[in-house]
Structure formats: C-alpha cells, structure tokens
C-alpha cells in the first residue's frame, strides 16, 4: 500500500457538484475514503450549527480524517463547505497535504441545480453568495464546473491530487498547504 498523499477539501456554493465529484473521485482512487461535511454539522437545508457548535464539528472531521489515515488510506477526500476562519480551522484539522480545491458555476447554472432540489429556489440565493464569498477569499485551486460534465470535474480535481510519495516542490507547484506551514487565524 503506497504512503498517505493528502487531504482533499473540495468546496463550493450548493449545487455545484461536490458530493457527486468526491463520490467519483472515492471510487477511483486507491485507498480512499469520503467524509461529508454535511453529517458532521447539517446539511444546508437544516443549519443547527453555530459559531459555538463548529469548531466542536471540525474536530470531529479532523479525528476522522487521521482515523483514515491510520486504517491506511492515501487519501481521505472532504465533501462540504466552509468560509473564512472555518476554513482555516478545517485545513489545520486535517494531515497534510491539504488539496483545497473551490468548485464554482456561473450563476445561471447554479439556480438551475437548485431548482431541481426541493426547496431548492429559495436556496438558490445562498448558493450565488457562497460562491461570492469564496471568490472573495481566493484560497486553493477554483475549477469552474459550469461547462464540464461530471467525469470532466473529477478529471480536473484528479489533476491538483499529489502521488504518493510527492516531493515538497510538487506539493508547492499543486498549491498544497503543507502541515508545517498551515496558519489558522485567532
């Protein structure tokens, strides 16, 4: 079994294609394994989370995430969405590497994804202004999954994946954020 080579946090406004890629990506990857984010604190349509409740929740993905590393995986792929110090949060939570990869739509592709959920309309306005805020933040690696079918997005996420056994220059040149490096804001 090769080394572990990183923790992939794919994020991105609901709607745009995150559990469908981690799915895929958990089925073509050696040794992988998927942890939702959404089974740790809720999922959009069901927000009991708060400033109080989450950081409780991040450590539990980040206990989780080591567990798989220990069972042996390569790598261990996050499926949710976090903003700001959150984000932070998770990326120290994790072993590292850590693959941050934002999956963004344009707007129109976005509401019409959302449409098709129940209730979805209503959420659709969450989802443009998560996918502002991300922008805003400009972290990690953006893939724009507007135009792309399913097998495209896994694609172009298989193609930031450091290889077991990757090199810290290849690590810089993914836009990794290697453990000994990784700053969580106060």
Same mark, same amino acid.
């Given at each position: 079994?090769?080394?572990?080579?990183?923790?992939? =946090?794919?994020?991105?406004?609901? +709607?745009?294609?995150?559990?469908?890629?981690?799915? /895929? @990506?958990?089925?073509? &990857? *050696?040794?992988?394994?998927?942890?939702?984010?959404?089974?740790?604190?809720?999922?959009?349509?069901?927000?009991?989370?708060?400033?109080?409740?989450?950081?409780?929740?991040?450590?539990?993905?980040?206990?989780?995430?080591?567990?798989?590393?220990?069972?042996?995986? =390569?790598?261990?792929?996050?499926? +949710?969405?976090?903003?700001?110090?959150?984000?932070? /949060? @998770?990326?120290?939570? &994790? *072993?590292?590497?850590?693959?941050?990869?934002?999956?963004?739509?344009?707007?129109?592709?976005?509401?019409?994804?959302?449409?098709?959920?129940?209730?979805?309309?209503?959420?659709?306005?969450?989802?443009?202004?998560?996918?502002?805020?991300?922008?805003?933040?400009?972290?990690?690696?953006?893939?724009?999954?507007?135009?792309?079918?399913?097998?495209?997005?896994?694609?172009?996420?298989?193609?930031?994946?450091?290889?077991?056994?990757?090199?810290?220059?290849?690590?810089?040149?993914?836009?990794?954020?290697?453990?000994?490096?990784?700053?969580?804001?106060?």
């Amino acid at each position: 079994m090769p080394p572990f080579a990183a923790s992939v =946090v794919l994020r991105g406004p609901p +709607g745009v294609g995150k559990s469908t890629t981690a799915a /895929r @990506l958990v089925e073509q &990857l *050696p040794y992988a394994s998927r942890l939702d984010l959404d089974a740790f604190w809720g999922s959009v349509s069901d927000r009991r989370w708060d400033s109080a409740t989450l950081p409780a929740a991040i450590t539990d993905v980040g206990s989780a995430a080591w567990a798989a590393k220990r069972r042996g995986d =390569v790598y261990v792929v996050v499926d +949710g969405n976090t903003l700001g110090h959150f984000t932070d /949060r @998770l990326l120290a939570a &994790l *072993p590292g590497p850590v693959v941050l990869v934002n999956l963004m739509a344009n707007d129109d592709v976005l509401v019409a994804r959302m449409n098709g959920r129940p209730s979805g309309f209503q959420h659709a306005g969450g989802a443009i202004w998560t996918a502002r805020q991300i922008e805003r933040e400009d972290q990690g690696a953006f893939i724009d999954t507007s135009g792309m079918g399913r097998s495209g997005t896994v694609i172009a996420v298989r193609k930031l994946l450091p290889p077991p056994k990757a090199t810290a220059a290849s690590l810089r040149r993914l836009r990794c954020v290697p453990a000994a490096t990784r700053r969580v804001r106060a």
